[in-house]
């Protein structure tokens, strides 16, 4: 699953070009992004125009009673999108781009704290996870009120770089395969092919310190590598 992730290390402007997000959205730098946040995204306009956007990361769907089922939804199975009715649904019509820079995930150490790593492209550079989004309307609320627009994050089977502390991670689109993700005429056969693990070789990993393990968090420190661990004295 992903988590928890970081939006930490570029400058805003180079993000708005990057992925053309226009002067309208906030842009802002995160270490340490949780679920029910605000999340920088791209989705598209009904005629399929690119537009930044920013969505609250854990989908509901728009048949949803309560907003609170988006904490149950914050990931979708790549193998599965197509089966369960909110992903298919949204899969049809509503992909989007969710604009990071890395992925934490944490590590079991027997009797030991767990170890999280920070997991990203090699070289740091942003990058976009293959998202979801849908629309929520309150309906004890009437008319006239902002409806809610939420997301996912699609998960593919790990590469051999974070398989051995988790068997799954986001699916982290290549440049040349965003585009594609959100064009409305893309088939859905080729939609399923970028839901692909990241090369081994384009992966990189941090072990980073405990700052990042308390999710209402959000500092430099997240990212500050993991402190050398001293071996314990041993009696005699």
């Given at each position: 699953?992903?988590?928890?992730?970081s939006?930490?290390g570029?400058?805003?402007s180079?993000?708005?070009?990057?992925?053309?997000?226009?002067?309208?959205?906030?842009v802002?730098?995160r270490?340490?992004?949780?679920?029910?946040?605000?999340?920088?995204?791209?989705?598209?306009?009904?005629?399929?125009?690119?537009?930044?956007?920013?969505?609250?990361?854990?989908?509901v769907?728009?048949w949803?009673?309560?907003?609170?089922?988006?904490?149950?939804?914050i990931?979708?199975?790549?193998?599965?999108?197509t089966?369960r009715?909110?992903?298919?649904d949204?899969l049809?019509?509503?992909?989007?781009?969710?604009?990071?820079?890395?992925?934490?995930?944490?590590?079991?150490r027997?009797g030991?704290?767990?170890?999280?790593?920070?997991?990203?492209?090699?070289?740091?550079?942003?990058?976009?996870f293959?998202?979801l989004w849908a629309?929520?309307?309150?309906?004890?609320?009437?008319?006239?009120v902002?409806?809610?627009?939420?997301?996912t994050?699609?998960?593919?089977?790990?590469?051999?770089?974070?398989?051995?502390i988790?068997d799954?991670?986001?699916?982290?689109?290549?440049?040349?395969?965003e585009?594609?993700?959100?064009?409305?005429?893309?088939?859905r056969e080729?939609?399923?092919?970028?839901?692909?693990?990241?090369?081994?070789?384009?992966?990189?990993?941090?072990?980073?310190?405990p700052?990042?393990?308390?999710?209402r968090?959000?500092?430099?420190?997240?990212?500050?590598?993991?402190?050398?661990?001293?071996?314990q004295a041993?009696?005699?």
């Amino acid at each position: 699953m992903c988590g928890r992730y970081s939006l930490a290390g570029p400058d805003p402007s180079v993000l708005r070009e990057r992925f053309t997000l226009g002067d309208e959205v906030e842009v802002r730098r995160r270490w340490n992004v949780a679920p029910g946040d605000d999340v920088l995204a791209v989705t598209t306009d009904r005629a399929g125009a690119p537009r930044g956007d920013v969505l609250r990361w854990g989908l509901v769907p728009h048949w949803a009673e309560s907003p609170k089922t988006g904490y149950k939804m914050i990931n979708a199975r790549a193998e599965s999108v197509t089966e369960r009715p909110p992903f298919r649904d949204a899969l049809a019509t509503r992909r989007c781009l969710i604009i990071a820079d890395g992925f934490y995930e944490w590590e079991r150490r027997p009797g030991l704290p767990k170890q999280p790593w920070w997991v990203t492209r090699a070289g740091g550079r942003p990058f976009a996870f293959a998202g979801l989004w849908a629309i929520w309307h309150d309906p004890s609320r009437g008319d006239g009120v902002e409806p809610l627009r939420t997301c996912t994050i699609l998960t593919t089977e790990a590469n051999g770089k974070p398989e051995p502390i988790h068997d799954r991670m986001p699916v982290m689109l290549p440049p040349d395969a965003e585009h594609a993700w959100i064009d409305h005429s893309t088939p859905r056969e080729a939609l399923l092919e970028l839901l692909a693990p990241l090369p081994d070789k384009a992966t990189a990993m941090l072990a980073v310190g405990p700052a990042v393990n308390d999710a209402r968090y959000d500092g430099p420190d997240c990212l500050a590598p993991a402190p050398v661990e001293e071996p314990q004295a041993t009696l005699f």
